[in-house]
Each structure stands twice: as structure tokens, then as C-alpha cells.
């Protein structure tokens, strides 16, 4: 008896759970992300201090909390000649991290007189770690990985930009 009452009860968990499965993949709907276009707010120039050369972005701007909070996720890709700048309302240390974004990114941090005080390069996609500043900064500027090294951005760099 007690065996019979045992198959039945695991008969009944068994067939409510294949139920359940093959009722989620039914369920299952497929959301589409809508690729999020660049939108040029400005113009962004590097000035190197070593050799007195400029390097020109069009920009993005996130100077609203919505910006600041959602950045370039969701971004498929980013063309090499563009960033994304965020302008803080104050110099603090700030720290990043890259949830919900698919393209690996290198940080500049910039400070209050418009000076390069410290990188994070090579920001890995989705990674959600901690990406501080070294020394505190009113803007960031997010660019593709990889640049900062190969354009030779220094610390010590200054900036300029301008808004459309």
C-alpha cells in the first residue's frame, strides 16, 4: 500500500513538474533590444602636454541623473572619433562600473580645472566591479578600449569642450 501511495505521489510530482517546464517554454518571449543611436551634444578636445597634438570627439553628454545612470549600456558598438562625457556637479572620487554594457571601455577621469588625473583601461563588458577614480574628478569621459594607449593620453592632459 505504502508503495503504491509513494509511486503515486512521485507520479504526480513528475507530470506537474514536465508541465511547468513546457509551459515556460511556451511563455518564453524574446524582448528585442532597440539599438540606441548616437546622438553628437558636443565637441571634445584632448590637448596632449607631451607633444602639443589634439585629439577631436564628437560627444555625448550625461549630465542628467537618467544619463549619468544609464550611460552606453545597451550600445552595440561606438565609432572610434566618439565618447561619452559626464559632467558631475561637484569634484569627488567617482567610481564606474560597466553593468548592462557590451563594449569594452577606457575611463579618463578628469578634474575641476579640466586636467587628466587618472584611467581605467580596458573596462571589461558587463563587469560589474568597482572602476574608481584615483583622485577626484568632476568629469569622466568614456571612450572605446584601447585609445588611451594608443593615442598616448597622459595624465596631465587637459581638455576642452564644447556643447551644441
Do not use: H
Amino acid at each position: 500500500m505504502f508503495f503504491k501511495r509513494f509511486s503515486l505521489l512521485i507520479f504526480i510530482i513528475s507530470s506537474g513538474l514536465a508541465l511547468s517546464l513546457s509551459s515556460c517554454k511556451k511563455d518564453k518571449k524574446i524582448i528585442k533590444q532597440t539599438e540606441v543611436a548616437f546622438k553628437k551634444e558636443g565637441e571634445f578636445i584632448i590637448f596632449k602636454s607631451i607633444d602639443s597634438t589634439q585629439i577631436k570627439l564628437d560627444i555625448e553628454i550625461a549630465d542628467t541623473d537618467f544619463d549619468i545612470q544609464t550611460g552606453l549600456m545597451y550600445r552595440n558598438s561606438m565609432d572610434k572619433n566618439r565618447g561619452m562625457l559626464f559632467v558631475f556637479e561637484d569634484e569627488r572620487e567617482r567610481f564606474f562600473y560597466m553593468k548592462n554594457t557590451k563594449i569594452p571601455l577606457d575611463l579618463i577621469y578628469i578634474n575641476e580645472k579640466k586636467n587628466i588625473v587618472s584611467f581605467q583601461k580596458n573596462a571589461k563588458p558587463f563587469d560589474e566591479s568597482s572602476l574608481p577614480s584615483t583622485f577626484p574628478a568632476k568629469y569622466v569621459l568614456e571612450i572605446n578600449a584601447g585609445l588611451v594607449d594608443t593615442w598616448g593620453i597622459s595624465v596631465g592632459d587637459s581638455i576642452s569642450y564644447t556643447t551644441n
